[in-house]
């Protein structure tokens, strides 16, 4: 029998969720609950300069809001806490112990000058780091020099010769030569472990099965791979996960765009969009060609063997074509509600109709940047270029068009209530009534309510977003316009 799945979600709380950490959540979880797993959620706060506060809370709220619910962490509890790191330090010390008594790791008091100086490289010879000075000290008197308080680290001694390989699900085997591996440092000076050895206990002491991260870890996993091997304990599965670029093949940055769940939130993307890309991000459903899936469709479909490994691009129209299928999936009052704050900032004192501006945008935009610009002419019409009333196709002159609007005018004053419904019948009724067609009657209301001659929704619809009082406003400068030259 298989083991049961056991992953990991290990982010650093920076403050914000980077869309590739969000990816490597959302695969980890994938990769684990595919299989009916278990999926953990362990903070990597380590790095006490790195610190933000309220920044772990982001991390909670981003895998709250993407559906991807963890079954141990530091919220919710489980058997293997704690799971913030920082409350996990005297987990570390022991090993690192237990690896000086068995002669695989030693403590080095080489100082940070003399390390300095080693980097610089100054003999001139391909350097891999440090020179493993203390590798040799007699173990007594390396122990006489800790109890004088001579600072130290610990670092691991790692093979001089021979490879190592390590398999990776997604890249395959990679094998490196030892000699080229430094002896990394597992304690530093200050009693805290480095990111690299306190991973290695993390996984083990919590049962990981597969360790999933992005592919900037790949170089270090053979020494993870000497570290499970010097421990004695089990080397988990590695799922490396590909670079994310821009479209422009350069890594995704803030040049690009919004890189982080937050922005892009803020940015007015729908979660399931996001969430429903970001899987696009490395991975595809092999023969299977759809690309729209929810997060259990997903889970469902989701096989690690078809993560790829060739980098993934990060393309911003692509996630707009996803936005804008779910924007329309959307009910009503919840895109609404998604656009009201919005729409609400865009309008301040002048009135709107939002109920019929939804109505006729949830088919046409593709986030929030779209708005500014469809929406211009809701607040203020470009001067109008008078030539847009006469077109030969419809048979319409700047005299028809006036009398058009006239019409219309006369009609919108004198209508009993100001609905939807009896706006549609006034204009649907001119044409009949005055042997116009409807395609006549409804292009001056247009131009002269936006001044453009494609606008979202028709001219109900038009009249109805902007209010009464301002379509006759816009009619009648028109016409004002519309006489003068004539
Ligand atoms: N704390 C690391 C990061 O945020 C985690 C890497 C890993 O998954 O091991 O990059």
């Known amino acids: 029998?298989?083991?049961?799945?056991?992953?990991?979600?290990?982010?650093?709380?920076?403050?914000?969720?980077?869309?590739?950490?969000?990816?490597?959540?959302?695969?980890?979880?994938?990769?684990?609950?595919?299989?009916?797993?278990?999926?953990?959620?362990?903070?990597?706060?380590?790095?006490?300069?790195?610190?933000?506060?309220?920044?772990?809370?982001?991390?909670?709220?981003?895998?709250?809001?993407?559906?991807?619910?963890?079954?141990?962490?530091?919220?919710?509890?489980?058997?293997?806490?704690?799971?913030?790191?920082?409350?996990?330090?005297?987990?570390?010390?022991?090993?690192?112990?237990?690896?000086?008594?068995?002669?695989?790791?030693?403590?080095?008091?080489?100082?940070?000058?003399?390390?300095?100086?080693?980097?610089?490289?100054?003999?001139?010879?391909?350097?891999?780091?440090?020179?493993?000075?203390?590798?040799?000290?007699?173990?007594?008197?390396?122990?006489?020099?800790?109890?004088?308080?001579?600072?130290?680290?610990?670092?691991?001694?790692?093979?001089?010769?021979?490879?190592?390989?390590?398999?990776?699900?997604?890249?395959?085997?990679?094998?490196?030569?030892?000699?080229?591996?430094?002896?990394?440092?597992?304690?530093?000076?200050?009693?805290?472990?480095?990111?690299?050895?306190?991973?290695?206990?993390?996984?083990?002491?919590?049962?990981?099965?597969?360790?999933?991260?992005?592919?900037?870890?790949?170089?270090?996993?053979?020494?993870?791979?000497?570290l499970y091997e010097a421990l004695g304990f089990e080397i988990p599965e590695y799922v490396h996960l590909p670079l994310i670029l821009g479209t422009d093949g350069k890594k995704l940055s803030k040049r690009h765009g919004a890189t982080s769940f937050q922005d892009l939130v803020k940015e007015g993307y729908l979660v399931d969009a996001i969430v429903n890309y970001i899987a696009f991000l490395g991975w595809s459903p092999g023969s299977d060609t759809r690309e729209l899936f929810t997060l259990e469709e997903l889970r469902q479909v989701f096989n690690e063997q078809n993560i790829s490994h060739s980098p993934a691009v990060f393309d911003y129209q692509k996630l707009d074509w996803y936005n804008a299928h779910y924007l329309q999936e959307l009910e009503p009052e919840v895109f609404q509600a998604w656009l009201e704050p919005k729409t609400d900032a865009f309008f301040g004192d002048q009135y709107y109709n939002l109920p019929v501006l939804a109505e006729v945008l949830q088919t046409r935009v593709n986030n929030y940047q779209d708005l500014p610009e469809m929406l211009a002419f809701f607040k203020e019409v470009n001067p109008y270029d008078l030539a847009l009333f006469s077109n030969k196709k419809q048979k319409l002159t700047p005299e028809l068009s006036a009398e058009i609007l006239q019409t219309i005018k006369s009609g919108l004053e004198a209508l009993p209530e100001f609905t939807r419904e009896q706006v549609h019948t006034l204009l649907m009724g001119l044409g009949p009534e005055h042997g116009w067609k409807t395609g006549q009657v409804m292009a001056p209301v247009r131009w002269a309510l936006s001044g453009q001659t494609v606008t979202p929704g028709g001219g109900t619809e038009l009249i109805m977003i902007l209010g009464k009082e301002e379509s006759l406003n816009r009619i009648d400068h028109a016409l004002t316009l519309l006489s003068s030259q004539a």
């Open 1 to 226: 029998m298989t083991k049961k799945r056991r992953t990991r979600f290990a982010p650093s709380p920076t403050g914000y969720m980077h869309i590739g950490n969000l990816r490597s959540a959302l695969y980890t979880w994938l990769i684990s609950k595919s299989q009916g797993g278990d999926f953990i959620l362990r903070i990597e706060d380590t790095d006490q300069e790195r610190l933000v506060e309220g920044a772990v809370q982001v991390i909670y709220d981003t895998l709250e809001m993407c559906g991807l619910d963890h079954d141990e962490g530091p919220d919710v509890g489980g058997p293997c806490g704690p799971y913030i790191q920082s409350q996990r330090l005297d987990h570390y010390r022991p090993y690192a112990e237990k690896l000086i008594k068995d002669g695989k790791a030693y403590p080095c008091f080489c100082s940070k000058e003399r390390l300095e100086s080693l980097a610089e490289g100054s003999d001139g010879q391909k350097s891999y780091g440090y020179d493993r000075h203390c590798r040799n000290i007699d173990p007594a008197e390396a122990q006489k020099r800790i109890e004088a308080g001579e600072p130290y680290v610990i670092r691991q001694k790692m093979p001089l010769e021979g490879e190592t390989t390590f398999h990776d699900l997604v890249y395959g085997d990679i094998t490196v030569k030892n000699e080229e591996l430094e002896d990394q440092i597992l304690i530093k000076a200050d009693g805290y472990p480095t990111y690299n050895f306190a991973n290695v206990i993390d996984d083990h002491e919590m049962g990981i099965t597969h360790v999933v991260r992005g592919s900037e870890y790949l170089s270090s996993a053979p020494k993870y791979n000497l």
